[in-house]
Structures are given as structure tokens and as C-alpha cells.
């Protein structure tokens, strides 16, 4: 798991198959196609998730010729950007703009009644979309394109840059970070807001842009989908899978394991295991007796309690590992 604290050494555990360079770029806006010429725009994108959190992390490196950042400007977004889109539930289809509603009504600024129930109801709801300052200067890091500005706060996303130089000089930026990724993400905040859940072999909706500004004027809009939808269509996003965990940074075996109560009345609980490494057989112990040797077992107790005592077996090649979780398991 990388620190953020815009030193990039503990990047090196992630393989360099997980970054991306300017070569798979596409400037699909502004007439440059994949001609980019490195002397002015060249960055390198790596991702990475750390199983058991759902989290995204990120790590931005790029030159620029000419940095655009700490002037003011009213639209919010005319400074060099890194743009990042994620549907963490790979729901696809538009999630700026509802297609039910009038076009008409849902230009740009408009103030009428339909864009601004679109706008709190619907825009970054089910797929969300980061406009990150690259630098931010006098400003927050990121402006949020949909209703849920509190995504990227923490602790749902962290982030540290790592550059010298002012604006209009040359020079290299890296920027680090992690966003939570949402299948819901309502305007009224995190309580209300439903994680996606990030797990192996899982596959999601990813992509980025750069928008380089030199000065007052736009120079490239370059992406990864190839299609400058991808900003606000969840469709013309890349799929990312979420691959298994690098045997370098796991354990050779380690027992872990989740649960969720799924009926109370019944007392029935959902058993999930977790365990890292190659393992041959599973051993769950109840705690008054009973016993499971699925991996993941469905189990309801025959009496209810709060005291309760579970643990879980595992064994491999590698050996044997335990896990117990007490007083966890609550019945009612």
C-alpha cells in the first residue's frame, strides 16, 4: 500500500505493466490525434487497489512545457487538468447529463428547473468524475463534476503532489493519490452513499484526460478511451480488471474472513473467506460445536447471543493459519 506523501519509491512493488504512457493517448478534441509530441505533453499513469479496501490508487508523472495552474479564471476548469472517470459497478450510460430530459434545458450554466433537479439528482450519482488541478494553487485539489463535492475530500480520497517549478516554466509533476469509487453517490453526502465493492478479477469502468492549458488557451484534450465521451458517458470508459494480489506483497498464508448477518430472526450468517496464498482446506469452528469445512458457508445458530467465538482454519503447502473473531458475530 503506497504512502501518500508525494514520495514515489514504495511504487516500485507495483508492476510497470500497471502504467499507462502518453503512447496510448488520443486527442480526439483539439486535432492532435496520437501525434503528441513528448517535448510538450508526456505523462506516465499507473494504477493500483489494495485488496480489502475499495480504493483506486493512482500515480500521475508528467512533463509539461509550459505549467498552467494558479490563474484564476471563472469557468473553474482553464488550468492544466488531470481528469479522472471511474464506474466502480460498470453501470455504463451517461451519469452527467440524464438523456430524459430536454437538451435544450441541460446546456451549459443553465439555471432551469430540469438542469438543476438533473444536476442534484443525477450527475455523478452512479459514476464519478474528478477534475484534478495539476497544481492547485489557492484552490481545492479537485473539482468534482456531479452534486457529491465530498468525494474528494477525506477519508473518502487522499492525495500529495510532488513538483518545483512556477507557472508558464517546464518541468516534471508527480501527484499520488486514492478515490473511493461509488455506485451511489448522492449530492446529501457519505451516509447515504453506497461503496463499490472491489475484490479480484472484478472489472471496472476506468479512464483519464489531460487538458493542457498554455496560458489562456487550450493546446490538447488527450485520453485513454479515445473518445471524448468518456467525461461524461460511462460507456466509452476502459475496462480495468482488479487483478490478484502480487505474491510479492502477500502472505505466503494468512487466514481472514468476513461476515453479514442476513437474517437476524433466523440468526443466519453469511461466512466469506479472505485468506491469502494457496490453500487446500478450510476449517470453520462456530464456537458451540458445530463445524464447516466449506470455504464459504451459510450457518445459522441456534441460539442468539452477542458472545460469540468463530474462527476460521486454514490449511496449504505452506502450512497452517488461524483467525478468530470474538464478540463480532451479534444475534438478536
Known amino acids: 500500500m503506497p504512502r501518500i506523501d508525494g514520495q514515489v519509491d514504495d511504487w516500485s512493488t507495483v508492476p510497470t505493466s500497471y502504467t499507462y504512457g502518453t503512447d496510448e493517448l488520443n486527442d480526439t478534441e483539439d486535432g492532435m490525434g496520437t501525434d503528441i509530441n513528448p517535448n510538450d505533453l508526456d505523462v506516465e499513469v499507473t494504477l493500483g487497489w489494495v485488496k480489502g479496501l475499495n480504493r483506486i490508487y493512482f500515480k500521475y508523472k508528467a512533463f509539461d512545457d509550459y505549467w498552467d495552474f494558479g490563474r484564476f479564471n471563472n469557468k473553474g476548469y482553464q488550468n492544466d487538468i488531470f481528469e479522472i472517470v471511474v464506474d466502480g459497478d460498470l453501470s455504463g450510460g451517461p451519469f452527467i447529463f440524464n438523456p430524459m430530459y430536454d437538451k435544450e434545458e441541460m446546456k451549459w450554466a443553465s439555471t432551469t428547473p430540469s438542469y438543476l433537479e438533473n444536476h442534484f439528482s443525477f450527475s455523478g450519482v452512479h459514476a464519478q468524475n474528478y477534475h484534478i488541478y495539476t497544481p492547485p494553487v489557492n484552490n481545492a485539489w479537485s473539482l468534482v463534476w456531479g452534486c457529491q463535492h465530498w468525494i474528494a475530500e477525506f477519508p473518502q480520497a487522499n492525495y500529495a503532489y510532488n513538483y518545483n517549478f512556477s507557472p508558464g516554466d517546464s518541468g516534471t509533476l508527480i501527484l499520488e493519490g486514492w478515490i473511493t469509487p ?27 484526460s489531460i487538458l493542457d492549458f498554455d496560458g489562456s488557451k487550450r493546446e490538447g484534450h488527450v485520453n485513454l478511451a479515445h473518445n471524448v465521451q468518456m467525461v461524461k458517458d460511462a460507456t466509452y470508459l476502459c475496462a480495468f480488471k482488479l487483478m490478484p494480489p502480487e505474491s510479492r506483497g502477500q502472505n505466503e498464508l494468512k487466514a481472514n474472513w468476513t461476515f453479514e448477518v442476513i437474517d437476524m430472526n433466523r440468526g443466519t450468517v453469511a461466512f466469506k473467506d479472505q485468506s491469502e496464498g494457496v490453500i487446500d482446506k478450510w476449517h470453520w469452528d462456530f464456537g458451540n460445536g458445530d463445524t464447516s469445512q466449506e470455504q464459504n458457508p451459510i450457518y445459522t445458530f441456534p441460539q442468539k447471543g452477542v458472545h460469540k467465538v468463530v474462527t476460521l482454519t486454514v490449511e496449504g503447502a505452506k502450512g497452517v493459519s488461524k483467525k478468530t473473531r470474538y464478540w463480532q458475530v451479534m444475534l438478536k
Open 182 to 208: 461509488y455506485d451511489y453517490a448522492p449530492y446529501e453526502g457519505p451516509k447515504r452513499a453506497i461503496e463499490s465493492t472491489l475484490e479480484e478479477n472484478k472489472i471496472i469502468g476506468f479512464s483519464w
